[in-house]
């Protein structure tokens, strides 16, 4: 095998296109979070034997509790910068101050000010959640809500544009 030249060895090799920063496409980063409420299905406009008949213990007067769990989806595009959608720490934060702070073991009727005049059903909720969580964010875009009353029972939400069911 020859052998290269001093010269040749010190040569500078040919510059390579630095790899991209990141890459495109749409990305769903998803925490999720936990929190305690105690809450009471009713409607005022209704008579007592019309939410029994309704909502069943759901509708006790002297309330029932969850233990609710908060999975919020957000999508978007990685940033150049750092290569996030949205730093899952900011998320977190996001979380903390607009849904678990206002609303961990608290009664959902009587103590969440957002949440007032508004039957709490789950369905209700993840709305209301939704309402208070988008504008919070600082980056990507809220796709999903998901909110578990119970580990079996689940509401999801994709915001007002999202197309109904048929």
């Known amino acids: 095998m020859p052998r290269r ?9 040919p510059a390579r296109a630095p790899a991209p920063r990141v890459l495109p496409g749409t990305v769903y980063i998803t925490r999720q979070v936990h929190f305690n409420a105690a809450h009471r299905l009713h409607n005022p406009s209704k008579s007592q034997k019309w939410n029994e008949e309704k909502y069943g213990l759901c509708t006790n007067p002297h309330w029932h509790g969850h233990n609710y769990v908060l999975e919020v989806t957000v999508a978007g595009e990685p940033q150049p910068d750092t290569g996030y959608v949205l730093d899952l720490a900011e998320l ?22 957002f949440l007032q005049g508004l039957i709490p059903s789950t369905e209700n909720l993840a709305i209301a959640f939704w309402n208070e969580i988008e504008p919070a964010l600082p980056a990507g875009r809220l ?24």
């Open 92 to 113: 977190k934060r996001v979380l903390q101050r607009v849904i678990l702070d206002r609303c961990d073991h608290r009664n959902l009727n009587e103590e969440v000010e």
């Open 143 to 166: 796709h999903r809500l998901r909110l578990y009353e119970t580990p079996r029972n689940f509401v999801e939400y994709f915001g007002a544009q999202a197309p109904a069911a048929s």
């Open 5 to 13: 030249s001093a010269a040749a060895k010190s040569a500078p090799r």
